[in-house]
């Protein structure tokens, strides 16, 4: 079945260090998005790619979405306490409404 | 105040008993979905629906029944067949995928406990 990817599944890291998840799905997708989920919280949208070969910017982080349109990246620079949590992918399956999240990679930053 | 509800937030039920777990939204939206959450696990889809009167099987669906008679609501039953059934439910909703905005909004979860 259709299945979406996400490495690593933790990633620990020294506050100012870069942070980078990385998403692939076994089949081509009409978008991708990625969600933030704080400890004992929900999952909140953080943004959407559509465009094959997209990269879209929020402060410190960047979203790539591919070629193929089957995977996808964030980056953290400089990363901060504040981004303590677990971002996940989610694509959205190809002319459907099934939204389909990876497994979702947590970031854990010392201070 | 516009969003997702989900109720009740903890839930306790023996084994053996069917269980509904509420999802309203005041949104508008037409797309809704039904997730599970296990610890330290990702989201798995349970069921989704489109719009009223129709839902689909997500990857999970086994011991799960969904109804979504009207547009702001999309109530997920825990049947017995369930062999797991411990664990975080999510309801989320989406607007509508010709508008372009499919991002899922998500209400506060129903932590589900079966003893």
């Known amino acids: 079945g259709q299945q979406v990817m996400q490495i690593p599944q933790y990633q620990h890291v020294q506050e100012g260090e870069d942070f980078t998840t990385y998403c692939n799905s076994s089949t081509t997708l009409s978008n991708i998005q990625w969600y933030k989920q704080r400890p004992g919280g929900h999952p909140v949208f953080l943004i959407q790619?559509?465009?094959?070969?997209e990269v879209k910017k929020q402060k410190r982080l960047t979203f790539q979405f591919g070629e193929a349109k089957k995977n996808s990246s964030l980056h953290i620079t400089a990363t901060q306490t504040t981004d303590v949590g677990t971002y996940f992918c989610?694509?959205?399956?190809?002319?459907?409404?099934?939204?389909?999240f990876g497994s979702g990679t947590r970031l854990l930053v010392r201070p | 105040d516009g969003g997702i509800t989900q109720s009740p937030k903890y839930l306790f039920r023996k084994e053996g008993q069917n269980v509904t777990l509420s999802c309203e939204q005041n949104?508008?939206?037409?797309?809704m979905y039904w997730y599970r959450q296990d610890p330290g696990q990702g989201l798995r889809l349970i069921y989704y629906?489109?719009?009223?009167?129709?839902?689909q099987k997500g990857d999970i669906a086994e011991g799960y029944s969904v109804s979504r008679e009207k547009k702001e609501s999309f109530p997920l039953t825990v049947t017995s067949a369930q062999k797991n059934p411990t664990a975080f439910y999510l309801c989320?909703?989406?607007?509508?995928?010709?508008?372009?905005?499919?991002?899922?909004?998500f209400g506060q979860g129903t932590r589900l406990t079966v003893v």
């Open positions: 989320a909703s989406s607007d509508s995928f010709d508008r372009g905005y499919t991002e899922a909004f």
């Open positions: 949104l508008n939206h037409d797309a």
């Open positions: 629906s489109q719009i009223v009167n129709d839902f």
């Open positions: 790619l559509v465009k094959s070969g």
């Open positions: 989610a694509g959205l399956m190809d002319s459907s409404y099934k939204l389909i």
